[in-house]
């Protein structure tokens, strides 16, 4: 799930309804309320927002833009955009839906087909139902642990991408972050790949985070600056040496503004630092 910032409004957190929500699935309501959290919905200016019953914001969504991103984070999850154009025929892989909003981006903006790995039910029925998720043929939502979908051998080499994103409904930090998990992620990745993760750079977990990434990537870290909710993205890299110029990493930049409206150049910036005689090597 995701970790984002506590909404303070006077907008109403609604609960789901069960019965709206698995009219499609047939499955016992009680029964799976017992096993997962119960998504709430709330909703000011103009802008859709997902909970767990309490204030901290799971996803959100514009009402009448909904393949926009309306958190930063969410946008700096595609940052893997500055250094990998995948190949047609490629996956891309997202690990936690939310409010859907990293997946309506991805098929709107790209033609990649998409995998996403949720572990509650109720919040793809939530997505269905209040976020305009779409169901093409492309994308692919399977409802398990994380953990044990980049463990199973059948995953292995199958994303050119991997963005991760996954919370429970207090926002304690990831709910998967041990060394054996970013050692599957990595094995997940393609022969090039590339995978970015949520974290949040106020909390405890984000050093030992930073630590099993780094050993997980050989220390082929990139992060971006954390934002003022707290979410801090890292991008961590498989494959050759990445060696690009900062001409041509900000030239790239602009691309990935003008082709997908984010702020590509901000984050190419900020990775300016690492750069050593006009070079950036990871």
């Known amino acids: 799930m995701n970790r984002c910032f506590k909404q303070n409004s006077s907008a109403i957190l609604t609960p789901v309804s069960y019965k709206k929500i698995y009219s499609k699935q047939a499955l016992g309501a009680l029964t799976v309320a017992r096993k997962h959290e ?22 959100a969504m514009w009402v009448e833009q909904p393949a926009e991103l309306v958190l930063e984070y969410t946008a700096q999850l595609m940052a893997w955009l500055l250094f990998l154009n995948p190949a047609r025929g490629q996956e891309l892989g997202l690990l936690g839906l939310g409010a859907g909003s990293v997946t309506r981006f991805c098929l709107k ?58 919370y429970d409904g207090q926002a304690r930090g990831p709910v998967r972050d041990s060394l054996e998990f970013y050692q599957n992620c990595r094995a997940v990745l393609s022969e090039v790949g590339i995978l970015t ?48 110029s900062i001409e041509r990493l900000l030239a790239r930049a602009e691309d990935v503004e003008k082709q ?10 900020s990775m300016l630092g690492r750069a050593e005689n006009a070079m950036l090597v990871v």
Not at 210 to 237: C, E, H, K
Request: net charge neutral.
């Open 38 to 59: 119960i998504p709430t919905i709330s909703e000011a200016a103009g802008v859709r927002y997902l909970h767990f019953g309490t204030e901290w914001v799971q996803g």
């Open 109 to 166: 903006h790209t033609a990649y087909r998409l995998r996403v790995v949720e572990w509650n039910p109720l919040v793809t029925s939530a997505c269905e139902l209040y976020f305009k998720l779409p169901r093409p043929a492309r994308l692919n939502i399977e409802h398990c642990d994380a953990a044990d979908w980049v463990a199973d051998p059948e995953q292995r080499d199958s994303c050119a991408v991997l963005m991760v994103d996954i």
């Open 197 to 244: 993760v949520n974290l949040f750079g106020a909390h405890a977990s984000f050093e030992r985070n930073i630590r099993n990434l780094s050993q997980a990537f050989d220390g082929r870290l990139l992060t971006l600056p954390q934002i003022d909710a707290g979410n801090q993205i890292v991008l961590a890299f498989k494959g050759p040496k990445l060696e690009v």
């Open 260 to 269: 997908y409206g984010l702020p590509a150049k901000k984050w190419a910036r």
